[in-house]
């Protein structure tokens, strides 16, 4: 199966006062089409970093992101943000939603930045994460995980071929965890996204088709 | 719908944005509702029925209060084409709190000073120690007609009342202003000149200013007043420096908080799909909002400071064109996009990494 999103040689430098600090030494990923992945890994062994220049917010250092078949090292921002917009949804670990609109003026957002027509897709998307009666609410009156399920609503409105979760239960206790991975493994069916997915908790990761290990910057095994 | 509710998330850092900006609009109004009272009096100071002002000479040395005015009158009347001088003498008087320059003419004159329908109450000057006051004045100080005001150690009565718009604010017979000033024949700070035909007033003006007198058209001497107020423009000018800066500060005061305290939001942005122009956009347009709502505001506390000032000062002018209106919109919206431009510059250029991490 083609990828739809992959990594070669990623590796990513900070620089702090003339320091410089690996975060990602090489590293080489493809995700196919549909694939649900999951990555693990301890604290600052990269992770999130990988995901962020995955999913075209970070230029990397060295090595290139290839995004439904377009590389992405040469782009300029703009061109990026085309290509982020067009393929990618994205879930952090918290606060997700912006807190001066409702559940369902954020889930909105993606679609207006992209000047697609809004219609009902955002009462859909709420109806599809259990939100429905919910989205006339602000993010503060929304549980934990409530909020989870909003920002993957959000995520994915616009229908991309991949979603990047950054440790998306990593805030929520384990009753709210299994209720917005049970969501995601449902969505995951229904529409056929790809899925990249950081978490430290072993249980979380196995819903993944694929499980992939992270230590010191590098994938140490799959 | 993102600006609106970002902005309504603090209400009372809006407001006060929003007040600010109002006052910078308001006060650039205000200030320039108050010159118009410069440009007033200069109306009205040539809006007589005449076409040519007389003064002395700025050289020549005026006694007892001015001209000599039966022996100028003769000497102006006698150049070909003028059909009759007019002397005015004018001397302060203090009226409903505040001097006013009393027109003291000669009775028969008043034709040149107003129309008939201009009289709103009572009858014009006949002579004697009488005035005839204008409504603003009459309003101001609660005169009516029939009344007694006692100025100079004399006992007036007013006469009557003329619709504001003439040239003085009181008038009083030329030879009572003598009278009561204890001087020797009859004076004449100024002439007021007519000429038979409007063709002849460049003819005119040579032989009159060839008697070693100094003659204005009306529009040179409305000139003359104007010039006189370029200080007041650099007022103005300063003003409006002063307002475009405050608004400029407290735009970039506001806008530069909003950007730092929703760093993680503006990643999130960025993460959905925002491009470093929609960022940018989205700022600008919050700051327009606060501006916008700044304009309205200013213009509800000009509406609100014309009339306090009015109504503690009613002898004062505050005329604002429209046009000023459109400037001082202007000010504010040029304060705001330069207040809110380096905000709005560093929230597109913000690393969405960086932001995600913010905390």
């Not at chain 2, 102006?76 to 003419?105: F, T």
């Not at chain 2, 032989?207 to 003359?224: K, N, Q, W």
Request: proline share 4%; hydrophobic share 45%; net charge positive.
């Amino acid at each position: 199966m083609d990828a739809i999103l992959e990594t070669r040689g990623l590796t990513k430098v900070y620089r702090t006062d003339g320091v410089a600090t690996p975060a990602l030494r090489g590293v080489d990923l493809a995700v196919a089409g549909g694939e649900f992945v999951s990555i693990m890994g301890p604290s600052g062994c990269g992770k999130s970093t990988l995901l962020y220049l995955a999913g075209l917010l970070a230029t990397p250092t060295e090595g290139t992101v290839i995004l439904a078949g377009t590389d992405a090292g040469g782009l300029s921002d703009g061109e990026r943000t085309r290509l982020r917009r067009a393929h990618i949804g994205f879930v952090f670990q918290r606060f997700n939603l912006l807190p001066t609109l409702s559940a369902e003026e954020n889930v909105a957002l993606p679609l207006r930045l992209r000047r697609m027509a809004v219609g009902d897709a955002p009462r859909e998307m709420l109806r599809a994460v259990g939100l429905e009666e919910k989205r006339r609410r602000r993010p503060n009156q929304l549980s934990v995980g409530e909020q989870q399920r909003g920002a993957i609503a959000r995520a994915l409105v616009t229908r991309p071929a991949v979603l990047l979760a950054d440790e998306p239960t990593g805030n929520l206790d384990s009753e709210a965890s299994d209720r917005v991975m049970n969501l995601v493994s449902r969505l995951h069916a229904e529409t056929g996204q790809a899925i990249v997915l950081i978490s430290h908790n072993e249980q979380v990761a196995a819903r993944a088709d694929r499980l992939v290990r992270m230590r010191d910057g590098r994938l140490t095994s799959e | 719908m993102l600006p609106l509710a970002n902005i309504m998330a603090r209400k009372v850092r809006t407001a006060i944005s929003v007040l600010a900006v109002g006052v910078g609009v308001a006060l650039f109004l205000v200030l320039v509702g108050l010159t118009s009272m410069l440009g007033e009096i200069a109306r009205r100071t040539t809006c007589v029925r005449a076409h040519l002002m007389v003064w002395p000479a700025s050289d020549q040395v005026v006694v007892s209060g001015g001209l000599p005015a039966d022996k100028v009158e003769k000497d102006l009347e006698s150049v070909p084409g003028v059909e009759r001088a007019i002397p005015v003498l004018r001397w302060p008087l203090k009226m409903a709190g505040r001097v006013q320059n009393v027109y003291g003419i000669r009775p028969e004159d008043w034709r040149f000073f107003a129309a008939p329908d201009q009289m709103i109450d009572g009858r014009t000057l006949e002579g004697g120690w009488e005035m005839v006051v204008d409504s603003r004045l009459a309003g101001a100080g609660g005169y009516k007609v029939g009344q007694t005001v006692e100025r100079w150690g004399r006992r007036f009565t007013i006469v009557g009342i003329a619709r504001e718009g003439v040239a003085g604010r009181v008038f009083m017979p030329i030879d009572t202003v003598s009278e009561a000033l204890q001087q020797r024949g009859r004076r004449a700070s100024f002439f007021y000149v007519r000429v038979t035909d409007p063709a002849q007033v460049a003819a005119a003006r040579e032989a009159i200013g060839e008697r070693g007198l100094s003659v204005f058209t009306m529009d040179e001497f409305y000139d003359v007043l104007a010039s006189s107020f370029v200080d007041m423009d650099l007022v103005i000018g300063s003003v409006v420096f002063v307002a475009g800066f405050v608004c400029f500060l407290v735009i970039l005061l506001t806008v530069y908080t909003m950007v730092v305290e929703r760093t993680r939001e503006i990643g999130i942005l960025k993460g959905i799909g925002a491009s470093r122009l929609q960022i940018f956009g989205l700022v600008l347009a919050e700051a327009g909002l606060i501006a916008a709502g700044g304009i309205v505001v200013g213009f509800l506390l000009t509406w609100g400071g014309r009339t306090l000032v009015l109504h503690l000062q009613p002898l004062w002018t505050c005329e604002i064109p429209p046009v000023r209106f459109a400037y001082a919109a202007a000010l504010a919206a040029v304060g705001t996009f330069l207040g809110a431009l380096h905000p709005a510059m560093r929230a597109a250029k913000q690393d969405p990494v960086e932001s995600l991490r913010y905390e």
